[in-house]
């Protein structure tokens, strides 16, 4: 029986370097950001296993018995080991759940990973006990920002902790606390199938900046969390552009076959911003220093160039460069490009006036902005009482 009611939160994730060159082998910087998703755990009614997504119009709820029946056909005998989630296994699911074979759409998708992790954690852990789960998030989904992994890693510690499989702790009067490395690599590993669950074969970055918060990088398929890196503010722009990433590596694929000689020294010099930027990330919180910032935005300047060298600009993004310029900030493009999201450098010394500025100016571009913060601390516990009033307002609505 779980009696406690509590709240997990996990970030969601920028690129702040290295987007198309990673394909390639080249380095990324992936970095928390300070928009958040919450789950809110509470004991349910005797029997029953609820959860409600109001983002997506999810409300749904199961009988303990009919889950552990449907676990029974789906997770094999035994305790052992548990594989990543298999085509068998998610197709009895979707029938479980009445979801039609083929369905993309993200409530089709959110429900189906919360039933695979719920059923895969209890076979390997105990049964999951009758509670309540609420999942309300700040980030907007499809944007790349990760959303789904921060659902994943906020499903796989709520989940782990009301089996045992991890520690609950948080102490009576404390608002927050997070869990040994050793729970939370438990946790990445569970978030990481759910992603599966979601995406097919996603690389594990935006479940491991969920889970680790901080700044990543990934290499060759090598995730190496940074030590200490400072937390930066920024501008956060949707530029509200629907993009295919899928054409959009490909477009980048066939620029170098075709042009090897011009596009590899592109390539190198974004590997190298991206060496160049960990180094400075991992000296700041050591020495503080105003002149870390005009390196950074260099950085930001030269990077958005070639990224549009590599083909996936798109007007909509050098609108968003070309507006914040004109307040004599420094933007560049996250993730996939061709539209989606750009991000702008806020010094310390910028004056609140100024970004309200920008915004107003990309606001009325179409676009859509948050000013947030890069480096926010991973997947965390909360005392339902300490958590934002907004956030308690949306929950308490939900």
């Not at 102490?171 to 997070?178: H, K, L």
């Not at 200490?228 to 066939?254: C, D, M, Q, Y």
């Not at 571009?365 to 948050?370: D, L, M, Q, R």
């Amino acid at each position: 029986m779980w009696a406690r009611e509590l709240a997990v939160s996990a970030p969601g994730k920028v690129i702040l370097h290295g987007e198309h060159a990673v394909v390639l082998g080249k380095v990324a910087l992936a970095v928390a950001l300070d928009l958040r998703t919450f789950l809110r755990l509470r004991p349910g009614a005797e029997g029953r296993l609820s959860v409600s997504l109001p983002g997506v119009g999810v409300r749904r709820s199961w009988d303990t018995p009919g889950l552990r029946a449907l676990r029974g056909r789906i997770a094999g005998k035994g305790r052992g080991e548990q594989p990543l989630p298999r085509w068998k296994q998610l197709d009895a699911l979707r029938e479980f759940a009445g979801i039609a074979a083929g369905a993309s759409a993200p409530e089709s998708l959110a429900t189906l990973a919360f039933l695979y992790m719920c059923l895969a954690i209890s076979a390997k852990y105990g049964d999951v006990p009758s509670v309540d789960i609420l999942v309300w998030s700040e980030l907007p989904t499809g944007a790349g920002l990760g959303s789904s992994a921060a659902y994943a890693v906020c499903l796989a510690a709520a989940l782990l902790m009301v089996c045992g499989a991890i520690s609950c702790p948080l102490q009576e009067g404390e608002s927050t606390a997070r869990w040994t490395e050793e729970e939370l690599a438990l946790i990445n590993s569970w978030a990481f199938r759910g992603e599966r669950v979601i995406h097919g074969n996603p690389s594990g970055v935006d479940n491991a900046v969920g889970t680790w918060g901080g700044a990543l990088r990934y290499q060759a398929g090598k995730i190496t969390p940074l030590k200490r890196v400072p937390t930066l503010r920024i501008l956060l722009t949707n530029t509200k552009v629907p993009r295919s990433t899928k054409v959009l590596v490909a477009g980048v694929k066939e620029k170098i076959l075709k042009f090897p000689a011009i596009m590899n020294p592109v390539l190198d010099s974004i590997d190298a911003i991206s060496q160049e930027c960990q180094s400075v990330l991992e000296a700041m919180p050591a020495n503080p220093s105003p002149e870390h910032y005009p390196v950074l935005e260099e950085f930001f300047d030269i990077n958005q160039h070639h990224l549009n060298v590599l083909g996936v600009g798109h007007p909509s993004l050098d609108r968003l460069c070309q507006v914040t310029a004109s307040h004599s900030l420094h933007s560049k493009l996250t993730g996939a490009g061709g539209g989606g999201c750009g991000i702008t450098l806020l010094p310390p010394d910028t004056s609140p006036l100024a970004v309200e500025a920008a915004k107003q100016d990309l606001c009325a571009c179409g676009f859509e902005c948050w000013e947030t913060k890069i480096g926010a601390p991973g997947v965390t516990l909360h005392s339902c009482s300490s958590l934002s009033a907004q956030v308690l307002h949306v929950l308490a609505q939900s």
